[in-house]
């Protein structure tokens, strides 16, 4: 019987260890689905799924029989569907472990179809970071549901019951950053496949940094992000606070050789003609300014998306000076980031013999910036309502 049941433990262990499956085509991808469920009388708990259902969608957007996946589970954050034809799909239903049972919470067909995502042959999608509110269901409801838990727990040795769970859905964010953290979760689970190809390639395509960290300690530490009105920023710099301006925001080297603006223009702004137009206006400035100035567009990398540059140099004569006796020479690298909201302006200007010794840490600058408003802070706590 020991041996058996060695042998048992063994062949459990192996199964458990074998790496995901690999594609079994070469235009076949996967997708991936990060959920966090809160609880309903505890709002600040929650539970990450490690399951999920979805469906195929055909050309009208509805569903095609038999065209139904599961995820599999290889680890506690998020689900993963390997192997899928190329096509378009909706979230059916995410699960979670909780209490030695699995619950599961349904996706509204229509919502789950609206945020369909289409998967190209070969690649990797994200289909969202939903976030759902649990509701505690009626009492004769939650009295069998119970049951079906206790019940488990005398009969461990029984099929691990799925308990349906109410919830609604509240948030679905789809954004870049939150596929750039899904795709380095999942970088790092499915390492050693050759799923990682297809995760590094669309890491590529986002432009997406790993966040910076501190340097110079033994355990390096994420440094922190700081939300602003219309951007979050990281201190890669270490020149001190900005000093904060109508719309932005700009950061001063201590010994005064640099400075670094980067700032928000709406759309509803006066004067304001678009991006294009603003891209046009720049280019023409600097191809005026000076005869060693080509005005030669060329992009540069801001966040996840893609801006384009002009570099100036400037010669500015004091006014108490006689002209020629003395001049001060700048040179400023000019980024403009086009938005649906308006346009990302970020600006280097320095010395000469500075510019290109602080150009580095401009463009990592940018790279760490996380463009957009950041999301409001979710209460800890849901708020009480006690009858007086």
Not at 94 to 118: M, Q
Not at 173 to 197: C, F, N, S, Y
Request: aromatic letters at 8%.
């Amino acid at each position: 019987m020991r041996a058996m049941a060695a042998a048992a433990l063994l062949l459990l262990s192996g199964c458990a260890g074998l790496p995901p499956r690999e594609p079994t085509a070469v235009r076949h991808g996967m997708l991936v689905v990060r959920a966090r469920v809160r609880g309903a009388v505890l709002g600040f708990t929650s539970d990450m799924a490690d399951s999920a259902t979805l469906e195929q969608l055909g050309p009208q957007g509805e569903p095609i029989p038999g065209k139904e996946a599961v995820a599999g589970a290889f680890d506690d954050v998020q689900a993963y569907f390997l192997d899928l034809p190329p096509g378009r799909y909706a979230l059916t239903s995410v699960s979670f472990r909780a209490r030695g049972v699995r619950y599961r919470v349904e996706v509204p067909p229509a919502r789950g179809r609206k945020e369909a995502v289409d998967l190209r042959p070969g690649s990797v999608a994200f289909m969202g970071d939903f976030i759902f509110d649990g509701r505690f269901p009626d009492f004769d409801v939650a009295v069998e549901r119970a049951l079906s838990v206790i019940g488990h727990w005398l009969t461990p040795w029984m099929r691990r019951p799925v308990i349906p769970r109410d919830a609604d859905s509240r948030v679905i964010d789809k954004g870049l950053a939150a596929e750039a953290r899904a795709l380095r979760v999942a970088r790092q689970t499915l390492l050693p496949t050759q799923w990682r190809r297809a995760i590094d390639a669309r890491l590529r395509e986002l432009g997406a940094p790993e966040p910076a960290k501190t340097k110079g300690t033994l355990r390096p530490k994420e440094i922190l992000l700081h939300p602003e009105l219309t951007l979050s920023w990281r201190d890669t710099l270490e020149w001190g606070p900005p000093a904060y301006s109508a719309g932005g925001m700009t950061w001063s080297q201590p010994d005064g050789t640099a400075r670094i603006a980067v700032f928000f223009t709406s759309a509803t702004a006066r004067g304001f003609a678009g991006f294009d137009a603003a891209v046009r206006e720049m280019r023409a400035a600097a191809s005026t300014s000076n005869v060693s100035d080509k005005g030669e567009l060329y992009e540069v990398r801001v966040a996840t998306r893609v801006g384009s540059a002009v570099r100036v140099t400037s010669y500015h004569y004091p006014k108490e000076t006689l002209v020629g006796s003395e001049v001060r020479i700048a040179v400023t690298e000019t980024v403009l980031v086009p938005d649906p909201s308006g346009m990302y302006t970020a600006r280097l200007r320095a010395s000469p013999e500075d510019f290109d010794k602080v150009l580095p840490s401009f463009r990592e600058f940018l790279l760490q910036i996380v463009l957009g408003a950041p999301k409001p802070v979710e209460p800890k706590s849901e708020p009480v309502f006690l009858p007086l």
